[in-house]
């Protein structure tokens, strides 16, 4: 089984900046894919930016030029910078890895809260 440990998170006044991290607790397990979601309260779970093994990535709209995900593939880390934290970015934030195949796996952190105050 593959854990996904994550640290960073907290809270920041709006304009501030936080940083997540996440390790796989597996040095072999070597995932496709790698990102964080987040999970407002009375909301769906969302993905934020996740990145390939290859390095393409992707982004919700809403954080492209404020978050920047980056990911190491020989250690199975990924971390999310965010800069210029809004109020709307308070969530619960989950760090997420999937490994495709026959069958998928698809891993999730146990989450990490990141308040915004305005």
């Known amino acids: 089984q593959v854990q996904l440990v994550e640290s960073g998170g907290g809270s920041v006044q709006a304009g501030g900046s936080l940083t997540l991290s996440c390790a796989a607790s597996?040095?072999?397990?070597?995932?496709?894919?790698m990102g964080w979601y987040r999970q407002a309260p009375g909301k769906q779970r969302e993905l934020v930016a996740e990145?390939?093994?290859?390095?393409?990535?992707r982004y919700t709209d809403s954080v492209k030029g404020r978050f920047t995900i980056t990911r190491d593939n020989a250690k199975n880390t990924v971390d999310l910078q965010m800069n210029s934290l809004k109020p709307e970015d308070t969530a619960v934030y989950y760090c997420?890895?999937?490994?495709?195949?026959?069958?998928?796996?698809?891993?999730w952190g146990q989450g990490t809260q990141v308040t915004v105050s305005s």
């Open positions: 997420n890895a999937k490994k495709f195949g026959l069958p998928d796996y698809i891993f």
């Open positions: 597996r040095s072999i397990f070597s995932p496709h894919l």
């Open positions: 990145v390939y093994s290859d390095g393409r990535m």
